[in-house]
């Protein structure tokens, strides 16, 4: 399920395979939702819980839950980085997001460790199925240069 259209170089770069990246995400619980409001990307910091393959994501009224409710095509991003030795990695998934409104599926989100972080009403639950699954591991290198794919810093 790769999305990523390049071959990350060898030197300090990993792509991580589906099982990789689907470990790497049950690991945490803030991420970033990417999404299109009024024709204008934004990013969001969400709440999140990986169940069953998909990622649950908490919400309350507002942009996130629109982009939901018209089953919009959104990007999901974890990561973590080590500033300091420069090491890390960083889950990419782009997928459906929707809505739950069925009450089976009210019911069962409601049984999610998914607690709200954001103060106000945040009990609405988007749930993203993953179509495109992609990860990088950012490793140390022995000689201690850095080594930037994008070019010279």
Not at 14 to 34: F, P
Not at 109 to 134: H, M, N, Q, Y
Not at 140 to 152: I, K, N, R, T, V
Request: hydrophobic letters at 45%.
């Amino acid at each position: 399920m790769a999305f990523l259209d390049f071959e990350p170089p060898s030197r300090g770069f990993e792509r991580l395979d589906e099982t990789a990246c689907r470990a790497l995400l049950a690991q945490k619980c803030i991420g970033r939702v990417a999404l299109t409001m009024g024709a204008i990307p934004v990013v969001l910091p969400v709440n999140y819980q990986c169940v069953e393959g998909s990622i649950a994501l908490r919400t309350g009224e507002g942009g996130k839950l629109t982009a939901a409710t018209q089953n919009a095509v959104v990007a999901f991003q974890v990561d973590e980085i080590d500033p300091v030795v420069h090491t890390g990695w960083s889950i990419l998934a782009v997928g459906i997001a929707r809505a739950l409104t069925a009450p089976a599926d009210l019911a069962w989100a409601k049984t999610l460790p998914l607690p709200s972080w954001a103060p106000g009403s945040r009990e609405r639950i988007v749930r993203l199925v993953p179509e495109f699954l992609d990860g990088l591991l950012i490793t140390s290198e022995a000689d201690g240069s850095h080594f930037w794919p994008w070019g010279d810093r």
